[in-house]
Structures are given as C-alpha cells and as structure tokens.
C-alpha cells in the first residue's frame, strides 16, 4: 500500500475481518483505503450512504484499491441495523417502483 503515496504519508491497518483496510494520513488529508473493495462501493458513495469515493486505481498484482475521505464513525452492531433508521437510509438508494 505505501508504493501508491509519497513517503510522507503515514498509513496504517485499519483493521477489520479481512485485514484489507488501511487510514492513510498526510497533514489534514485523511482517507479510507480498501484493496478489492465491492463495485457497490461506488453506488454506496455517490448516493451519500458511505464516504465520498475519491478514487480507484489498479495495481501491478490486478489488486484494485479504492480510496475514500475518511470519516469518524463505527460499525454498527447487529440489533442498529435491525432498526427503522437503518432502513430508511438504505431505501432512499431504492427507485420507488423497485421496492
């Protein structure tokens, strides 16, 4: 992951089940990096249910890694995502006439 910054970039785990997530910081830039992140993530972003997607690139191994501003958050736990407000902010993605 370092190959693809500057040396002044600090870029550490960010941990997670899959061991593929990365905070790179520099200055006040922060971001969220993902190698072989899902091709949802785009849709995610530009409907404003994750953070911003500021790009992809594709490396020498055929790995893709997605960078995303990075925001302060958590995970939600099993019994939020069983709750109205999680639904609602997955269903503004949904045309009307598909749900």
């Known amino acids: 992951m370092e190959h693809l910054f500057d040396k002044e970039w600090e870029i550490v785990p960010a941990g997670g089940?899959?061991?593929?997530?990365?905070?790179?910081?520099?200055?006040e830039q922060k971001l969220f990096l993902k190698r072989n992140s899902s091709p949802f993530l785009a849709v995610l972003s530009a409907e404003g249910i994750v953070p911003k997607l500021v790009w992809t690139?594709?490396?020498?191994?055929?790995?893709?890694?997605?960078?995303q501003h990075w925001l302060n958050g958590r995970e939600l736990?099993?019994?939020e995502m069983e709750e109205e407000r999680a639904a609602k902010l997955l269903k503004k993605s949904i045309p009307p006439d598909r749900c």
Do not use: W
């Open 77 to 79: 736990n099993p019994d």
């Open 57 to 67: 690139k594709r490396i020498e191994s055929g790995d893709v890694i997605t960078a």
């Open 17 to 27: 089940a899959t061991g593929e997530a990365f905070f790179a910081r520099y200055q």
